[in-house]
Protein backbone atom coordinates (compact mmCIF):
# COMPACT_ATOMS: atom_id res chain seq x y z
CA UNK A 1 0.00 0.00 0.00
CA UNK A 2 1.46 3.66 -0.89
CA UNK A 3 -0.12 5.80 2.16
CA UNK A 4 0.82 9.95 1.87
CA UNK A 5 -0.37 12.17 4.18
CA UNK A 6 0.33 15.94 4.58
CA UNK A 7 2.37 16.38 1.95
CA UNK A 8 3.29 19.94 1.19
CA UNK A 9 5.68 21.60 -0.50
CA UNK A 10 6.85 25.39 -1.17
CA UNK A 11 8.79 26.19 -4.18
CA UNK A 12 12.12 28.47 -4.57
CA UNK A 13 10.29 31.33 -3.85
CA UNK A 14 8.53 30.36 -0.95
CA UNK A 15 4.92 29.70 -2.88
CA UNK A 16 3.16 26.78 -1.38
CA UNK A 17 2.53 24.22 -4.38
CA UNK A 18 1.28 21.23 -2.41
CA UNK A 19 -0.51 21.81 0.65
CA UNK A 20 -1.56 19.20 3.07
CA UNK A 21 -2.61 16.27 0.15
CA UNK A 22 -3.70 12.60 1.55
CA UNK A 23 -3.97 9.75 -0.72
CA UNK A 24 -3.65 6.05 -0.23
CA UNK A 25 -3.61 3.91 -2.90
CA UNK A 26 -3.81 0.11 -2.16
CA UNK A 27 -2.31 -3.12 -3.29
CA UNK A 28 -3.38 -3.39 -6.80
CA UNK A 29 -4.86 -0.54 -7.67
CA UNK A 30 -3.72 2.15 -10.60
CA UNK A 31 -4.11 5.94 -9.67
CA UNK A 32 -4.44 8.55 -12.25
CA UNK A 33 -3.40 12.21 -11.33
CA UNK A 34 -5.52 14.48 -13.36
CA UNK A 35 -6.65 18.21 -13.05
CA UNK A 36 -6.15 21.93 -14.66
CA UNK A 37 -2.63 22.60 -15.53
CA UNK A 38 -0.65 24.46 -12.37
CA UNK A 39 -3.03 22.75 -9.93
CA UNK A 40 0.15 20.77 -8.44
CA UNK A 41 0.09 17.71 -10.74
CA UNK A 42 3.70 18.19 -11.58
CA UNK A 43 4.87 18.81 -8.40
CA UNK A 44 3.08 15.50 -7.00
CA UNK A 45 4.71 13.29 -9.08
CA UNK A 46 8.05 15.16 -8.51
CA UNK A 47 8.25 14.68 -4.69
CA UNK A 48 6.48 11.35 -4.91
CA UNK A 49 9.54 10.30 -7.55
CA UNK A 50 12.05 11.99 -4.85
CA UNK A 51 12.65 14.80 -7.89
CA UNK A 52 11.71 17.49 -5.18
CA UNK A 53 11.74 17.29 -1.56
CA UNK A 54 7.99 17.96 0.37
CA UNK A 55 9.05 19.98 3.10
CA UNK A 56 5.87 18.59 4.90
CA UNK A 57 4.00 15.19 5.27
CA UNK A 58 5.11 11.53 4.86
CA UNK A 59 4.99 9.15 2.13
CA UNK A 60 4.83 5.23 3.05
CA UNK A 61 5.38 2.36 0.92
CA UNK A 62 4.21 -0.64 2.78
CA UNK A 63 5.46 0.40 5.85
CA UNK A 64 8.88 2.19 4.70
CA UNK A 65 8.96 5.72 4.98
CA UNK A 66 10.17 6.53 1.27
CA UNK A 67 9.45 10.31 2.02
CA UNK A 68 13.43 11.62 1.36
CA UNK A 69 14.87 9.03 -0.43
CA UNK A 70 16.51 9.73 -3.48
CA UNK A 71 14.85 8.77 -7.16
CA UNK A 72 16.74 5.93 -8.11
CA UNK A 73 15.95 3.95 -4.83
CA UNK A 74 12.33 5.09 -5.32
CA UNK A 75 12.41 3.80 -8.78
CA UNK A 76 13.73 0.23 -7.14
CA UNK A 77 10.49 0.08 -4.73
CA UNK A 78 8.12 0.13 -8.32
CA UNK A 79 6.61 3.20 -7.73
CA UNK A 80 6.88 4.45 -11.66
CA UNK A 81 5.46 7.05 -13.65
CA UNK A 82 3.39 7.38 -16.95
CA UNK A 83 4.98 10.76 -18.46
CA UNK A 84 2.43 13.66 -19.23
CA UNK A 85 1.38 13.83 -23.00
CA UNK A 86 1.88 9.94 -23.44
CA UNK A 87 -1.62 9.07 -25.29
CA UNK A 88 -3.19 11.60 -23.45
CA UNK A 89 -5.33 13.96 -26.31
CA UNK A 90 -5.01 16.85 -23.52
CA UNK A 91 -2.56 18.05 -21.81
CA UNK A 92 -2.44 16.86 -18.08
CA UNK A 93 -0.17 14.99 -15.66
CA UNK A 94 -0.61 11.11 -15.10
CA UNK A 95 1.17 9.15 -12.61
CA UNK A 96 1.07 5.44 -12.05
CA UNK A 97 1.98 3.92 -8.76
CA UNK A 98 2.64 0.16 -8.50
CA UNK A 99 3.28 -1.78 -5.22
CA UNK A 100 6.32 -3.92 -5.13
CA UNK A 101 3.88 -6.95 -3.22
CA UNK A 102 2.17 -6.82 -6.44
CA UNK A 103 4.53 -8.44 -9.13
CA UNK A 104 2.20 -8.65 -12.14
CA UNK A 105 1.92 -4.80 -11.65
CA UNK A 106 6.07 -3.79 -11.52
CA UNK A 107 7.14 -1.53 -13.05
CA UNK A 108 9.41 -2.54 -16.31
Do not use: K, Y
Not at 6 to 23: E, F, N, P, S
Not at 45 to 55: E, R
Not at 63 to 84: F, K
Amino acid sequence: MLRIEGLGLRDAQGVRRLDGIDLVVGRGEIVGIAGVEGNGQRELVAVLMGLSQSDSGSIVLTGEDITHLPTHAIMRRAIAVAPEGRGATRRGSRMRASCPICPSRRAQ
